[in-house]
């Protein structure tokens, strides 16, 4: 193993990418904004002038930079790849590094595909950018963006009244994101390989289409509780919020701060909810011991819950802060698509290479100390912290794998935290 380990290009901070591959991903790139061109009639693309050649030179020139900078950037360092050969050395000594899928071989795989994914992607996304510069010349590829969308609402706006905006509006947003979401996820519950198992939060659970089943009819029920709180909520808002239908959409700044000013309302009200069902017994036995039956969580279990609980732990967390601020209503959409997007990835049961970090509220579901009572009661932790209903799971090895990971290190971390002392034995 250690001689294998010695030649394996073990990738940790990011792969080398030799000139071979730059000249070919360059090549790929180049040829992609060609085909764009050949699609269009030439002389509606580059104007047949001095000018247009100039700017076809520059877009080729800053395109060829684009990938030498990305090439560089994706360059290991010597002290990371020793770091990252000792972590996986580490690894895969311990017992149950084999039974949760994580090899020498694995890890080689994986680096190599995600580090291939990443470069090619960073270098597709710059080469898009410089061609939409090039084509929404001398506008700005912002404003056309904006022009659009701006077309786009005042066409929904001429064909539908605003409590159809604000109803129906929000809930195609909601069932979009939600089972977007949710087949997403299942794709990789039912569907996942050797290769992904290991980013699994608890890799000896497995999801089935039968837990599925079993979450459909409830789901349901919680689909038509939000359009029904969805018709009350409009009442609200239609006699609070100043212009929310205007023609003119918010300006990003705008739209910046109030999505930002929702979170902490949106902690609040689902953190003393969400505290008051675990404090009372009679409430977790007959309506939050429901959401509770399902210690593995997959990412359509995010609404499995008693209608009760939606109504009154979820609703409000997603409404109250837009109501508040009588937000504009695309802002408010693009707050309901948050939402929902949060809630199941922190209920899908992976953490992958890329992503954010994904511990907090599987612990919430997995595990239950009664010292400590119940952990992670909040969305975004600082109530938990405020009020020290995170201390149990700050002591847990989980809790050092809470942040994102960029490279596929995660299941790595996660065996050797599992093997190390507990951090209340660690001495300093």
């Given at each position: 193993t250690g001689k294998f380990l010695k030649s394996a290009p073990v990738i940790s901070m990011g792969a080398t990418v030799d000139d071979k591959s730059a000249g070919q991903i360059a090549t790929v790139g180049l040829l992609g904004t060609g085909l764009v061109w050949l699609w269009t009639p030439f002389d509606e693309i580059i104007p047949l002038t001095v000018l247009g050649y100039t700017r076809l030179a520059i877009l080729i020139i800053?395109?060829?930079?684009?990938?030498?900078?990305?090439a560089g950037l994706t360059k290991q360092t010597p002290d990371a790849h020793t770091r990252s050969e000792q972590r996986l050395q580490q690894a895969v000594a311990q017992p149950g590094a084999a039974a949760a899928g994580v090899t020498v071989n694995w890890y080689t795989k994986v680096s190599t595909n995600l580090e291939a994914l990443h470069t090619h992607g960073t270098i597709a996304v710059g080469l898009l950018a410089v061609l939409a510069v090039y084509l929404c010349f001398p506008q700005a590829a912002v404003t056309i963006a904006s022009n659009q969308l701006t077309e786009g609402w005042e066409h929904l706006l001429a064909n539908n009244s605003e409590k159809d905006l604000?109803?129906?509006?929000?809930?195609?947003?909601?069932?979009?994101?939600?089972?977007?979401m949710s087949l997403?996820?299942?794709?990789?519950?039912f569907l996942h390989g050797p290769s992904l198992a290991p980013f699994k939060v608890q890799e000896s659970k497995q999801i089935t289409?039968?837990?599925?089943?079993?979450?459909?009819?409830?789901?349901?029920?919680?689909?038509?509780?939000?359009?029904?709180?969805?018709?009350?909520?409009w009442e609200v808002y239609s006699r609070t919020a100043v212009e929310p239908f205007s023609k003119e959409i918010p300006g990003i700044g705008t739209v910046l701060v109030q999505l930002m000013s929702f979170i902490p309302v949106a902690d609040a009200f689902f953190y003393f909810p969400h505290k008051a069902f675990h404090a009372n017994a009679w409430l977790f036995a007959h309506i939050h011991s429901w959401h509770h039956s399902?210690?593995?969580?997959?990412?359509?279990?995010?609404?499995y819950s008693h209608p009760i609980e939606f109504l009154?732990?979820?609703?409000?967390?997603?409404?109250?802060?837009?109501?508040?601020?009588?937000?504009?209503?695309?802002?408010?959409?693009?707050?309901?698509?948050?939402?929902?997007i949060e809630t199941c990835?922190?209920?899908s049961g992976w953490q992958l290479p890329g992503l954010p970090g994904n511990q907090s509220h599987d612990y919430h579901h997995s595990t239950f100390v009664a010292?400590?009572?119940?952990?992670n009661l909040g969305t975004f932790g600082c109530l938990d912290h405020f009020f020290g209903t995170d201390r149990g799971y700050l002591r847990s090895w989980q809790s050092g794998l809470s942040t994102g990971y960029k490279t596929p290190d995660y299941p790595i971390d996660k065996i050797l935290a599992q093997n190390a002392p507990p951090k209340s034995e660690l001495k300093c």
């Amino acid at each position: 193993t250690g001689k294998f380990l010695k030649s394996a290009p073990v990738i940790s901070m990011g792969a080398t990418v030799d000139d071979k591959s730059a000249g070919q991903i360059a090549t790929v790139g180049l040829l992609g904004t060609g085909l764009v061109w050949l699609w269009t009639p030439f002389d509606e693309i580059i104007p047949l002038t001095v000018l247009g050649y100039t700017r076809l030179a520059i877009l080729i020139i800053v395109s060829a930079g684009w990938v030498v900078v990305v090439a560089g950037l994706t360059k290991q360092t010597p002290d990371a790849h020793t770091r990252s050969e000792q972590r996986l050395q580490q690894a895969v000594a311990q017992p149950g590094a084999a039974a949760a899928g994580v090899t020498v071989n694995w890890y080689t795989k994986v680096s190599t595909n995600l580090e291939a994914l990443h470069t090619h992607g960073t270098i597709a996304v710059g080469l898009l950018a410089v061609l939409a510069v090039y084509l929404c010349f001398p506008q700005a590829a912002v404003t056309i963006a904006s022009n659009q969308l701006t077309e786009g609402w005042e066409h929904l706006l001429a064909n539908n009244s605003e409590k159809d905006l604000f109803v129906n509006g929000i809930s195609l947003c909601f069932l979009a994101t939600f089972w977007g979401m949710s087949l997403v996820f299942a794709c990789l519950d039912f569907l996942h390989g050797p290769s992904l198992a290991p980013f699994k939060v608890q890799e000896s659970k497995q999801i089935t289409p039968m837990h599925w089943v079993r979450c459909l009819p409830l789901v349901l029920v919680n689909h038509a509780v939000l359009y029904a709180s969805l018709l009350v909520v409009w009442e609200v808002y239609s006699r609070t919020a100043v212009e929310p239908f205007s023609k003119e959409i918010p300006g990003i700044g705008t739209v910046l701060v109030q999505l930002m000013s929702f979170i902490p309302v949106a902690d609040a009200f689902f953190y003393f909810p969400h505290k008051a069902f675990h404090a009372n017994a009679w409430l977790f036995a007959h309506i939050h011991s429901w959401h509770h039956s399902i210690s593995a969580p997959f990412a359509m279990s995010a609404i499995y819950s008693h209608p009760i609980e939606f109504l009154i732990g979820n609703v409000p967390v997603v409404a109250m802060g837009p109501l508040l601020v009588g937000a504009h209503m695309t802002t408010m959409y693009l707050w309901a698509v948050a939402a929902v997007i949060e809630t199941c990835f922190s209920h899908s049961g992976w953490q992958l290479p890329g992503l954010p970090g994904n511990q907090s509220h599987d612990y919430h579901h997995s595990t239950f100390v009664a010292a400590d009572g119940p952990q992670n009661l909040g969305t975004f932790g600082c109530l938990d912290h405020f009020f020290g209903t995170d201390r149990g799971y700050l002591r847990s090895w989980q809790s050092g794998l809470s942040t994102g990971y960029k490279t596929p290190d995660y299941p790595i971390d996660k065996i050797l935290a599992q093997n190390a002392p507990p951090k209340s034995e660690l001495k300093c």
